[in-house]
């Protein structure tokens, strides 16, 4: 159980991270952000969470407010299962977490 809570938290880890590093580089990059390496890369890392997203929102929500929204979801998730990380270490002992 404890290797299914590691691996989800780190997903969103990554997640989290490439969604920070885009909005970053797109700001720092400005209108010619999709000419960007560094910026299309990290679009192929979070295009499968950003559709996802996409899915499960209604149609009101504006499409430039999905990644916004991508963000959000994630970080919850990714709280979530921090909590349950830290709930089970506590029940098998902090030695066996480490």
């Known amino acids: 159980m404890l290797l299914i ?3 989800v938290k780190l997903v969103a880890e990554i997640a989290l991270m490439a969604l920070a590093g885009q909005f970053l580089l797109g700001l ?3 209108a ?3 000419d960007n390496f560094f ?3 990290l679009q192929v890392l979070t295009n ?3 559709k996802g997203v996409r899915r499960i ?3 009101v929500v504006i499409d430039r407010h999905i990644p916004l929204a991508t963000f959000l979801l994630i970080a919850m998730v990714w709280l979530a299962v921090t909590i349950v990380k830290i709930n089970l270490c506590l029940q098998i002992g902090v030695q066996s977490c480490q």
Do not use: C, D
């Open 48 to 50: 499968p969470f950003i």
């Open 32 to 34: 010619k952000r999709n």
């Open 57 to 59: 929102t209604p149609r």
């Open 39 to 41: 910026y299309r890369l």
């Open 28 to 30: 720092l990059a400005g």
């Open 5 to 7: 809570v590691s691996s």
